[in-house]
């Protein structure tokens, strides 16, 4: 089974200031990563995902995130915020390839940019 | 860009009472899925749907819920009898592979 765990319940942050979100995965099988965004009062969109390939995965609205297998890690990362940045991100593993499709979401890390 | 549409946005129900969640998924696409986000919570995966049958459910779904496919376009989740308990938000979501999902914008169930 996979799990994820998203380091940090809430991240603030400045205006036009760098930001990463961390997301560590454990799983035994190779995985494919994604990282959602879920505005106020509304559903999941998604930001980036990573299936194989280039280990540095760029996505909308200007973030990205890097693929590390053996830290287990993928973190998102944005170099400069805006205001309309605030949200809660969501990482989730699925398992690769064929087999469970079902996502596996992390906690959540909410995200506030403050000006 | 297609959409998945989740209907209704809010539903207010009583304890006991069978609740019916619609959905209708991106048109070519091929897997179909319910998952749950319960206040403050993480989102957490309840079945998924493929080729009219379920093809896997969570400890979650339990012997209350059902899902079905109707008429080749909607998508629903059935709750026999609720519970408080069943107050969250709940997601649709669709993909044509298991590599990328498109999520509704859910339906916000509470059971009073």
Known sequence: ????????????VFEEAPVELRC??????????????????????????????STLVKGINGFEAEFNKSQTSFHLRKPSVHISDTAEYFCAVTRG????RALTFGSGTRLQVQP | EPEVTQTPSHQVTQMGQE??????????????????????????????????????????????????RPDGSNFTLKIRSTKLEDSAMYFCASSVTGDGYTFGSGTRLTVV
């Open chain 2, 19 to 68: 609740v019916i969640l619609r959905c209708v998924p991106i048109s070519n696409h091929l897997y179909f899925y319910w998952y749950r986000q319960i206040l403050g919570q993480k989102v957490e995966f309840l079945v998924s749907f493929y080729n009219n049958e379920i093809s896997e459910k969570s400890e979650i779904f339990d012997d209350q819920f059902s899902v079905e």
């Open chain 1, 24 to 53: 560590n995965y454990s799983s035994s099988v190779s995985v494919y990563l994604f990282w959602y965004v879920q505005y106020p009062n509304q559903g999941l969109q998604l930001l980036l995902k990573y299936l194989s390939g």
């Open chain 1, 1 to 12: 089974a996979q799990s994820v765990t998203q380091l940090d319940s809430q991240v603030p």
């Open chain 1, 97 to 100: 390839y064929t087999g469970r």
